[in-house]
């Protein structure tokens, strides 16, 4: 009652929400048809002194509701929605302190706010809230203007951005490769109109002690961790029960590297006596890959260039541990091209991407943390043997993330000078440690090393260089076709002449317009530039577009003489297979439909803890189990019916037992085998892996009814059952699920062209193929808005100083406009999106509205007295607020 008293005290803003509303007085006949549910205070308070509410939830509910009618049928303008924001100002101060005192999280209404959406048009634009568009099958998104502009009834798709097509980069890159891209065409009469503003209310949890409900992302519930259900802290106090999340950082499994990294950076906080929480770094995904040379410099090359490129890719994150909570802060992705790879990527890193939350406590020492994780790095690239290292220096563009989904809403994307200078103070820093030898912008280090062909660039999977050499070599292909061309036509008009007089008038126009057009191409030719002579219009398109982009790139020597060390590189640490680290994107999607957030503090606890139990679970094959006793893998186990997660091998549950009643579950292919406790651990799962998927595959190519081997049986069994059971549509039936886990395995490593006898292989093939492309998608927009964007701002840059103009063509033709950095204001829930005046160098990324009493960690920017160490107010000012990439 005191809450909903001060709520009435509010004059004059309490006013229009004392009473019902009614129509036909204020002359607003459609209140009803689009306020389903009215409330205001005076049914509140009736429902208040009747007795009607059952417990505090469902007063909270009230009252939000009354607001948000409000903000649903009044303009944003208007002078009632300005009086609810105040009301919901004051409630949200009100009421958390009495919901506490009752045993609840908070009063809050926490929802999750639509995120800005990419456009799929050739316009690089962005969706942002509440605003219309287009979509099909929920993939394929046109913003209003880019599907109004599509001609035709039709839209065309391609599945492979790596192919040219009509929204994939605009010009003259418009034609279709048949052969080799897989597209579709779409009436227009399919997508469906939408509106992005969806909003997401965040999920509750009851007490199986006192059956209170809390938000779940308050009180950190995992049902996967805790599988036994929910008891909140006051009864778990009360009974004296302890609660411990087994899915932490520690846990996982560490490497040299993560070692390294961490040593470095918890050495650097101790010896500050920051009072920081113990750091924790990890290498989450290790594994090899390859870059394909793209279609372009392979045609042109020929022999001199290899088809593709092969590195290690790894994905590290770091992790401090605040108020006893893990809390993910920084990621990166890197490549790592090792010795065996050929020139010119031989012993060279890339940072491919690197992404930060401002969550880091002290926040005096986040940028010094950064700085020394990435100093920790090149360090430990330089002791294995690498020579260089490369950095593209470039932030995200209008509603991007790299890695950690939805950022604060006032962590600040920096301007690009802002974020070379940033990178360029760990750099200095480096060098005074003598971890670095020097770095220089890419086009000294291209003059100084005497590069003078396109293959002698390092060439890495999704950097900057490898695309702007196709739309190079693109665009040289048609000035000769172009050239061709006009030579045929000139040949032809030659001839018509021969008819001409020479002495007429129409011969001495001629003549005068050839060699007009003779000395025009003579001085175009004759242009001087400031690059070395390299013989080839390829390479002199790319010294162009290197001295207009050079501050962009970083080329960073690790040794003083590089090209002299002939021993191999050999990493200590083992490859490490991780499905949802294995890149940016796998992440991010699971993140995105499952609502990670790192929004804020409270979220970022939530989603890290999330993101710990998916990494602890994701390795781990759900048809083969382990023993509780033996810890031997099996395939068959008895498990209990009682007890949480206890399962007996064979030979345990006949030789051990248990109190509990257990059920026989599995394939029962390792029934009669006794061959397992001779083995360890790792040699006994993967020869029961080996085992699983050669009986699944003999079983559904066996056409022998009485086939002798004993596993062949039992596996037709186990999958006749499958066909026929109707559980396992919902999960329920632990046969059925151990089989498709064991499906799901074998698909991810089936080669079989044709078709496919186990079953579900060929849907989960095309799933598997379909999760790929679209992660090719989204990485190929991502890379697109990035270019452009560069593209955009280095333009109005070079116009003010003509000075640092150069000769030659931009590489990269984009005849469409992309959101600049600088200069959009993409329209948020509140309204158009202010630029901050305090950091006339950033502004705010494209994140949602933060949800009405959602807080997030920061404050003011200035650093506490006392700061020791290299950290300075320039420091702070430089990453408080700063996402990096």
Same mark, same amino acid.
């Given at each position: 009652?005191?809450?909903?008293?001060?709520?009435?005290?509010?004059?004059p803003?309490?006013?229009?929400?004392?009473q019902?509303v009614?129509?036909?007085?204020?002359?607003i006949?459609d209140?009803?048809?689009?306020?389903?549910?009215?409330?205001?205070?005076?049914?509140?308070?009736?429902?208040l002194?009747?007795?009607?509410?059952?417990?505090p939830?469902?007063?909270?509910d009230?009252v939000?509701?009354?607001?948000?009618?409000?903000?649903?049928?009044?303009?944003?303008?208007?002078?009632?929605?300005?009086y609810?924001?105040?009301?919901?100002?004051?409630?949200?101060?009100?009421?958390?302190?009495?919901?506490?005192?009752?045993?609840?999280?908070?009063?809050?209404?926490?929802?999750?706010?639509?995120?800005?959406?990419?456009?799929?048009?050739?316009?690089?634009c962005?969706?942002?809230?509440?605003?219309?568009?287009?979509?099909?099958?929920?993939?394929?998104?046109?913003c209003?203007?880019?599907?109004?502009?599509?001609?035709?009834?039709?839209v065309?798709?391609?599945?492979?951005?790596?192919?040219?097509?009509?929204?994939?980069?605009?010009g003259?890159?418009?034609?279709?490769?048949?052969?080799?891209?897989?597209e579709?065409?779409i009436?227009k009469?399919?997508?469906?109109?939408?509106?992005?503003?969806?909003?997401?209310?965040?999920?509750f949890?009851?007490?199986?002690?006192?059956g209170?409900?809390?938000?779940?992302?308050?009180?950190?519930?995992?049902?996967?961790?805790?599988?036994?259900?929910?008891?909140?802290?006051?009864?778990?106090?009360?009974?004296?029960?302890?609660k411990?999340?087994?899915?932490?950082?520690?846990?996982?499994p560490?490497?040299?590297?993560?070692?390294?990294?961490?040593?470095?950076v918890?050495?650097?906080?101790?010896?500050?006596?920051?009072?920081?929480?113990e750091?924790?770094?990890?290498?989450?995904?290790?594994?090899?890959?390859?870059?394909?040379?793209?279609?372009?410099?392979r045609?042109?090359?020929?022999d001199?260039?290899?088809?593709?490129?092969?590195?290690?890719?790894?994905?590290?994150?770091a992790?401090?541990?605040?108020?006893?909570?893990?809390?993910?802060?920084?990621?990166m992705?890197?490549?790592?091209?090792?010795?065996?790879?050929?020139?010119?990527?031989?012993?060279?890193?890339?940072?491919?991407?690197?992404?930060s939350?401002?969550?880091?406590?002290p926040?005096?020492?986040?940028?010094?943390?950064?700085?020394e994780?990435?100093?920790?790095y090149?360090?430990?690239?330089?002791?294995?043997?690498?020579?260089?290292?490369?950095?593209w220096?470039?932030?995200p563009?209008?509603g991007?993330?790299?890695?950690?989904?939805?950022?604060p809403?006032?962590?600040?994307?920096?301007?690009?000078?802002?974020?070379?200078?940033?990178?360029?103070?760990?750099l200095?820093k480096?060098?005074?440690?003598?971890?670095?030898?020097?770095?220089?912008?890419? =086009?000294k280090?291209?003059? !100084?090393?005497?590069? /003078?062909? %396109?293959? &002698?660039l390092? $060439?890495?999977?999704?950097?900057?260089?490898?695309n702007?050499?196709?739309e190079?070599?693109k665009?040289?292909?048609?000035?000769?076709?172009?050239?061709?061309?006009a030579?045929?036509?000139?040949?032809?008009a030659?001839?018509?002449?021969?008819?001409?007089?020479?002495?007429?008038?129409?011969?001495?126009?001629?003549?005068?317009k050839?060699?007009?057009?003779?000395s025009?191409?003579?001085?175009?030719?004759n242009?001087k530039?400031?690059?070395?002579?390299?013989?080839?219009?390829?390479?002199?398109?790319?010294?162009?577009t290197?001295?207009?982009h050079?501050?962009?790139?970083?080329v960073?020597?690790?040794?003083?003489?590089?090209?002299?060390?002939?021993?191999?590189?050999?990493?200590?640490?083992?490859l490490?297979?991780?499905d =949802?680290?294995?890149?940016? !994107?796998?992440?991010? /999607?699971? %993140?995105? &439909?499952?609502? $990670?957030?790192?929004?804020s503090l409270?979220?970022?606890?939530?989603?890290?803890?999330?993101m710990?139990?998916e990494?602890?679970?994701?390795?781990?094959?759900?048809?083969?189990?382990?023993?509780?006793?033996?810890?031997?893998?099996?395939?068959?186990?008895?498990?209990?019916?009682?007890?949480?997660?206890y399962?007996l091998?064979?030979?345990c549950?006949?030789?051990?037992?248990?109190?509990?009643?257990?059920?026989?579950?599995?394939l029962e292919?390792?029934?009669?085998?006794?061959?397992?406790?001779?083995?360890?651990?790792?040699?006994?799962?993967?020869?029961?892996i080996?085992?699983?998927l050669q009986?699944?595959?003999?079983?559904?190519q066996?056409?022998?009814a009485?086939?002798?081997?004993?596993?062949?049986?039992?596996?037709?069994?186990?999958?006749?059952h499958?066909?026929v059971?109707?559980?396992?549509?919902?999960?329920e039936?632990?046969?059925c699920?151990?089989?498709?886990?064991?499906?799901?395995y074998?698909?991810?490593?089936c080669?079989q062209?044709?078709?496919?006898?186990?079953?579900?292989?060929?849907?989960?093939?095309h799933?598997l193929?379909q999760q790929?492309?679209?992660h090719?998608?989204q990485?190929?927009?991502?890379?697109?808005?990035?270019?452009?964007t560069?593209?955009?701002?280095?333009?109005?840059?070079?116009?003010?100083?003509?000075?640092?103009?150069?000769?030659?063509?931009?590489?990269?033709?984009?005849?469409a406009?992309?959101?600049?950095a600088?200069?959009?204001?993409?329209?948020?829930p509140?309204?158009?999106?202010?630029?901050?005046?305090?950091?006339?160098?950033?502004?705010?990324?494209?994140?949602?509205k933060?949800?009405?009493?959602?807080?997030?960690s920061?404050?003011?920017?200035?650093?506490?007295?006392?700061?020791?160490?290299?950290?300075?107010?320039?420091?702070v000012?430089d990453?408080?607020?700063?996402?990096?990439?």
């Amino acid at each position: 009652m005191p809450t909903l008293e001060k709520l009435y005290r509010q004059n004059p803003e309490s006013l229009p929400f004392q009473q019902p509303v009614d129509p036909k007085t204020l002359q607003i006949p459609d209140y009803f048809d689009i306020v389903r549910q009215p409330m205001d205070l005076s049914t509140i308070k009736h429902k208040l002194d009747t007795g009607v509410y059952q417990n505090p939830w469902q007063y909270v509910d009230d009252v939000w509701l009354m607001l948000e009618n409000a903000w649903l049928y009044n303009r944003k303008t208007s002078r009632v929605y300005k009086y609810c924001s105040k009301l919901a100002e004051v409630f949200e101060t009100e009421i958390d302190p009495v919901m506490q005192m009752l045993g609840y999280c908070c009063g809050h209404k926490f929802v999750f706010h639509p995120q800005v959406l990419c456009c799929y048009g050739k316009q690089l634009c962005i969706i942002p809230c509440d605003a219309v568009y287009w979509s099909y099958q929920n993939r394929y998104h046109f913003c209003e203007k880019c599907f109004n502009e599509i001609e035709g009834d039709s839209v065309t798709l391609g599945d492979d951005p790596t192919q040219s097509q009509t929204f994939w980069w605009t010009g003259n890159d418009t034609r279709f490769n048949h052969s080799k891209q897989l597209e579709s065409t779409i009436k227009k009469e399919n997508f469906v109109k939408l509106k992005n503003d969806t909003l997401d209310i965040e999920l509750f949890v009851d007490c199986l002690e006192c059956g209170r409900k809390l938000h779940v992302i308050c009180v950190l519930h995992n049902e996967v961790i805790w599988p036994e259900g929910f008891i909140c802290d006051g009864c778990r106090k009360s009974k004296g029960i302890k609660k411990e999340n087994k899915c932490n950082a520690k846990k996982l499994p560490s490497s040299k590297l993560g070692i390294h990294l961490e040593s470095r950076v918890n050495k650097f906080l101790k010896c500050r006596n920051t009072g920081a929480g113990e750091v924790t770094i990890r290498v989450l995904a290790s594994s090899e890959k390859t870059v394909e040379v793209k279609s372009g410099m392979r045609n042109r090359f020929g022999d001199d260039l290899p088809e593709t490129f092969p590195y290690r890719a790894k994905a590290l994150f770091a992790f401090e541990e605040i108020d006893g909570t893990d809390v993910c802060f920084f990621g990166m992705h890197v490549q790592e091209y090792g010795s065996e790879c050929l020139r010119p990527n031989q012993r060279r890193v890339y940072i491919s991407y690197l992404d930060s939350v401002h969550f880091f406590q002290p926040r005096a020492y986040r940028t010094a943390v950064y700085h020394e994780i990435l100093i920790g790095y090149l360090d430990y690239c330089k002791l294995l043997g690498y020579e260089w290292a490369h950095i593209w220096a470039w932030p995200p563009s209008e509603g991007d993330d790299y890695i950690f989904h939805c950022h604060p809403p006032e962590q600040k994307i920096p301007k690009p000078k802002r974020l070379q200078d940033w990178y360029r103070k760990m750099l200095d820093k480096s060098v005074t440690d003598k971890v670095v030898v020097d770095f220089k912008d890419i =086009l000294k280090s291209a003059m !100084d090393d005497g590069i /003078t062909c %396109a293959t &002698e660039l390092p $060439y890495f999977e999704g950097d900057f260089w490898p695309n702007v050499l196709e739309e190079s070599i693109k665009e040289l292909d048609q000035e000769e076709e172009e050239r061709q061309k006009a030579a045929e036509k000139a040949a032809a008009a030659s001839a018509g002449e021969e008819s001409v007089p020479i002495g007429s008038k129409k011969s001495q126009k001629k003549c005068k317009k050839n060699n007009k057009s003779k000395s025009s191409s003579n001085r175009k030719n004759n242009k001087k530039t400031n690059f070395p002579q390299q013989g080839n219009d390829l390479s002199q398109k790319i010294f162009s577009t290197m001295e207009k982009h050079k501050e962009v790139f970083f080329v960073i020597r690790l040794v003083p003489n590089p090209g002299q060390n002939q021993e191999p590189i050999q990493d200590p640490d083992p490859l490490v297979s991780c499905d =949802l680290m294995d890149g940016r !994107d796998a992440f991010l /999607t699971l %993140a995105r &439909e499952k609502h $990670y957030e790192f929004s804020s503090l409270r979220r970022a606890k939530y989603s890290t803890m999330c993101m710990l139990c998916e990494l602890h679970n994701q390795g781990q094959d759900r048809f083969v189990y382990t023993c509780n006793e033996c810890k031997h893998h099996v395939e068959t186990r008895y498990h209990c019916t009682v007890c949480d997660d206890y399962d007996l091998c064979s030979n345990c549950y006949r030789k051990i037992g248990h109190n509990h009643k257990l059920e026989k579950w599995g394939l029962e292919l390792d029934v009669d085998s006794n061959s397992g406790a001779s083995r360890n651990p790792q040699e006994a799962r993967r020869l029961s892996i080996q085992r699983c998927l050669q009986s699944l595959v003999h079983a559904c190519q066996c056409k022998d009814a009485n086939c002798r081997l004993p596993s062949c049986q039992k596996m037709k069994r186990v999958v006749q059952h499958t066909k026929v059971c109707k559980r396992k549509t919902n999960g329920e039936c632990p046969i059925c699920k151990q089989l498709i886990a064991l499906c799901c395995y074998h698909a991810k490593h089936c080669h079989q062209e044709q078709k496919c006898l186990v079953p579900f292989c060929l849907n989960i093939k095309h799933k598997l193929k379909q999760q790929q492309l679209q992660h090719r998608l989204q990485q190929a927009q991502l890379l697109r808005r990035r270019m452009a964007t560069m593209q955009q701002v280095t333009a109005p840059n070079q116009a003010m100083n003509p000075q640092a103009s150069t000769t030659g063509a931009n590489p990269i033709q984009h005849g469409a406009r992309s959101q600049q950095a600088t200069g959009v204001a993409a329209q948020q829930p509140g309204g158009k999106r202010q630029l901050d005046s305090a950091e006339d160098d950033c502004i705010q990324p494209p994140s949602k509205k933060k949800s009405k009493g959602e807080t997030s960690s920061g404050g003011d920017k200035q650093v506490p007295e006392g700061a020791e160490g290299e950290v300075t107010k320039e420091d702070v000012g430089d990453e408080s607020q700063l996402q990096d990439f």
